[in-house]
């Protein structure tokens, strides 16, 4: 894992093949928030929360990212009104990554993840990963980039208390399109493929201005992931985003 850091921090310290002018440092982020209750002869709660942040600087770009989703079920037994609370879903997910671009369009990228789902095959997995990345379409209404990497995944709790490491590769396509002013399509998609799971997950969303920083967010998310627990998890989130 150290091998691989001291890899990712090399490569993106190769230097620039083409000399461009660096536009002033840039900081930006969203915080998303969405919550939903239902009632009747059960109870459900489902809140959904995501921060994320990026700062451009040069030729680095720096983004980070926490999400957080909880879901829980209350039941009420008919027949002796014992009341029990059932955590359905819990997932906490943070992400950094840091790339140097090369050209206009290509970058060098360090990737790291670390995930807690109760429902996935595993406890915990965290992973880092060193690849490359294309800007193939970038205007000022499409966005397009795509990602390819590799790197090492660390795997702990698969239900008998194992922890293990494996060799690892990723891809990642994200795509934009403002369609018309105060208005865009998102697509995140995201594999994580290695010998003991292949994970895959996608966020597919709109967002509508309701003011400069307050945006109606939109999404649905999937994530599959072929492990042990044979994991296919849907979402669909309406919520506020700010912008800042």
């Not at 720096?62 to 957080?68: P, V």
């Not at 819990?90 to 840091?98: I, P």
């Not at 008998?160 to 998609?189: C, H, I, S, V």
């Amino acid at each position: 894992m150290r091998a691989l850091f001291c890899l990712g921090l090399a490569a993106c310290s190769l230097p620039a093949l083409a000399e461009e002018a660096a536009p002033a440092p840039a900081f930006s982020g969203a915080a998303d928030v969405a919550y939903l209750k239902s009632t009747g002869s059960s109870e459900k709660e489902t809140f959904k929360g995501r921060l994320e942040a990026k700062y451009v600087t040069g030729v680095w770009t720096h983004e980070g990212a926490l999400e957080g989703i909880n879901e829980s079920t209350e039941i009420t037994d008919p027949v002796t009104l014992e009341t029990t609370n059932n955590r359905t879903k819990e997932r906490y997910l943070a992400q950094a990554k840091t790339s140097r671009r090369f050209t206009a369009r290509d970058y060098l990228f360090l990737k790291l993840q670390a995930e807690t789902d109760k429902q996935s095959s595993y406890d915990y997995q965290a992973f880092a990963a060193v690849g490359y990345g294309r800007d193939v379409i970038k205007t000022d209404t499409m966005k397009l980039a795509l990602e390819i990497g590799a790197g090492n995944r660390h795997n702990e709790g698969n239900g008998a208390g194992d922890t293990e490491d494996e060799a690892m590769g990723n891809a990642a396509l994200n795509y934009e399109w403002k369609f018309r002013p105060g208005a865009r399509f998102f697509e995140e998609a995201a594999l994580e493929t290695g010998e003991k799971s292949t994970v895959v997950r996608s966020r597919t969303g709109l967002e509508f201005d309701l003011t400069n920083v307050l945006k109606l967010a939109i999404a649905y998310e999937y994530k599959r992931d072929d492990g042990p627990a044979d994991l296919e998890d849907t979402l669909t989130v309406v919520g506020l985003s700010y912008k800042f």
